[in-house]
């Protein structure tokens, strides 16, 4: 029934602004064509300055409307300066854009066709051209250099003190990998990922640097005020670590590990108290189209001071531990003293 | 009443100017308006099917976007159109994603590559650099043609049961690649690289033939520099067509055969 009343009204409306049109021509015929010309060229350059400042004012009304919409305050190093970036780029083309309109409308309204009133012909300027040409192009150059030269920040040589997390993402869900004390990812070959070996990462378990390694998903921890190297990588098709709050995203590609740096600057805790939002988290959202899953391919962070974060990982075992239940000391020791020397060389 | 009068006597001029022919054959109406080689008639071809590709990718968005900005709401009309791919009124997850995929393909390169380009590149061509016609009417005709094709080919990947194509308009393998990555990964995604084959040899068929009559076919005094904006406007796109498109159709090819000729997953 919906429908066909949605279908009625389309029908209608379409039959209504035919007639109208129709009957615009018939007044048009009896008034007689030059003088109704005349007239809609009036009314039309009237339309132009309404649509200008409606338009503005529909523009403010929108970003009033939206503001509270936008994401908050940047939670990273590098987001502060991808953030002041945008808004130098907003500002120059607002500037721009309310010139240029503005001209463009007032002068449709300003000079309409008018009696005793000749255009001006004005075929070419080089000077003019130069000139609007030159000055966007050094404009551009440098608002593009600027993107560049963050570019090469974020995914360059993170800083010596940085701690390293590797993330990799799946249909559909991510998974991260800490380095341990030893501050090494050991190596990994995808053909030893198997879950149900407690494997997931594939982790090599001949190379002492997997040892360590802690492996956890869907939730990342971070220490504030540290800086921190993601190494992203994919499982079977392309992902992307997009972590909007601190301003940053990159793609996670199977078989070429990406990296990128960053250091977190506001707790989570911060966070909860300056959005009032006492549910906030910091989100890894995947920016990538990969599947049906797509979706809910959610991701959290939790930033935390060097105390939390310690007491949090010291609750962690190795995965090299709980693939082979074996070799832990907790209970190699109940059961076998004999064997913690092979142990104590295990741990290193 | 004058209107009326006035149209009939354009018909009537109409068939006057057809009995004389001045020098042409006479025209069956399907070399005349179906399988056309005159440039303008060719022109409308692709706009009215780049009009339809419009309706039909906006329909899509202004349908998916309905779900994306009240995803707490069910809407009985999405049901009427897509039937179980919106079960109760919302969008089911893999079929969004095949709507923003068929909508994106489809404004790109069916609507502003054929649509646009194609419409005014073979109305305003000749007439703007004073040529009779395209440097080669057949091939211009074989351009709309395969277009034609490409569009029914991706209009027949919409009804198949495991939906369209809905890896993103981009198709980047590997999720474009297999199978089993999902239903839009199926056979939506081989009708979707079929069609997109289709469409790049249209494009590359008309782009060739406005390259040549644009350098060939002007009319004497008509230098490269006096030709008007819209004109190296089209060239330049008609350059840039014939650069990309070649390796955008070895890619769609070798990306079927990966599909379906390779088991690549071994």
């Known amino acids: 029934m919906q429908t066909f009343f949605i279908v009625a009204i389309l029908a209608l409306g379409f039959v209504i602004t035919f007639q109208i049109a129709k009957a615009s021509e018939y007044v048009a015929v009896l008034r007689g064509y030059e003088r109704s010309r005349k007239q809609s060229n009036k009314i039309n350059g009237f339309l132009l300055l309404a649509f200008l400042i409606l338009g503005l004012i529909g523009v403010y009304y929108c970003n009033e409307q939206l503001k509270g919409k936008i994401l908050g305050e940047p939670a990273s190093d590098h987001g502060v300066l991808v953030d002041r970036m945008l808004y130098v780029t907003i500002a120059i083309t607002f500037i721009v854009f309310v010139i240029t309109q503005v001209a463009l409308f007032w002068f449709s309204y300003k000079y309409q066709e008018k009696e005793n009133q000749k255009a001006f012909y004005f075929p070419h300027n080089n000077k003019l051209e130069l000139i609007w040409t030159v000055i966007p192009a050094i404009v551009l150059t440098i608002l593009v250099g600027v993107g560049i030269f963050y570019w090469f920040k974020i995914t360059g040589a993170a800083p010596k003190n940085a701690m390293q997390v590797e993330i990799v993402g799946k249909q559909f869900g991510w998974e991260m990998r800490y380095p341990g004390k030893d501050g090494v990812l050991g190596k990994k070959y995808f053909k030893n990922v198997n879950p149900a070996a407690n494997n997931p990462a594939g982790q090599i378990w001949d190379d002492p640097a997997n040892y360590d390694d802690v492996f956890v998903e869907q939730e990342m921890h971070l220490v504030v005020g540290k800086p921190v190297q993601l190494v992203i990588g994919a499982k079977d098709v392309i992902h992307d670590v997009g972590l909007a709050h601190f301003r940053l995203k990159m793609d996670a590609v199977p078989g070429t590990p990406t990296t990128m740096w960053f250091t977190p600057t506001i707790t989570t805790a911060d966070m909860r108290k300056k959005t009032g939002n006492p549910d906030f988290v910091y989100e890894i959202s995947c920016d990538q189209m990969c599947g049906k899953g797509h979706w809910s391919m959610r991701g959290t962070i939790v930033v935390e001071t060097q105390e939390e974060f310690d007491a949090w990982m010291a609750g962690k075992k190795p995965q090299y531990l709980v693939a082979n239940p074996d070799k832990d000391p907790s209970k190699k020791a109940d059961t076998l003293s004999a064997a913690a020397p092979v142990t104590g060389a295990i741990i290193r | ?266």
């Open chain 2, 1 to 266: 009443m004058s209107e009326a009068l006035h149209v009939h006597s354009g018909a009537a001029h109409a068939v006057h100017h057809d009995d004389h022919g001045h020098g042409h054959h006479e025209q069956s109406f399907i070399s005349k308006y179906i399988f056309s080689m005159d440039h303008k008639t060719i022109g409308k071809q692709f706009l009215i099917t780049g009009i339809v590709w419009a309706i039909i990718g906006g329909l899509f968005s202004v349908l998916f976007r309905l779900q994306l900005g009240y995803p707490d709401q069910s809407f009985p009309i999405l049901e009427t159109f897509f039937g179980h791919w919106a079960k109760g009124g919302q969008i089911q997850p893999e079929f969004y994603y095949g709507l923003v995929t068929i909508h994106g393909t489809v404004l790109v390169f069916f609507v502003l590559t054929a649509g646009l380009s194609g419409t005014f590149a073979n109305l305003l061509i000749p007439l703007q650099i004073g040529a009779r016609d395209m440097a080669s009417p057949f091939m211009n005709m074989l351009s709309y043609w395969f277009f034609f094709l490409a569009s029914v080919v991706m209009l027949s990947s919409i009804f198949v049961h495991t939906g369209p194509a809905s890896g993103g308009w981009t198709m980047y393998p590997p999720l474009s690649a297999l199978r089993q990555a999902g239903d839009g990964q199926k056979i939506g995604t081989d009708l979707w690289l079929i069609a997109m084959a289709l469409f790049i040899i249209s494009s590359l068929l008309g782009g060739l033939n406005y390259i040549s009559t644009i350098l060939n076919m002007r009319t004497k005094g008509m230098s490269m520099t006096r030709m008007p904006l819209p004109i190296w406007a089209m060239f330049f796109t008609a350059v840039l067509g014939v650069l990309s498109f070649p390796v955008l159709l070895s890619g769609a090819i070798l990306l079927l055969f990966d599909r379906n000729l390779v088991q690549a997953s071994t």
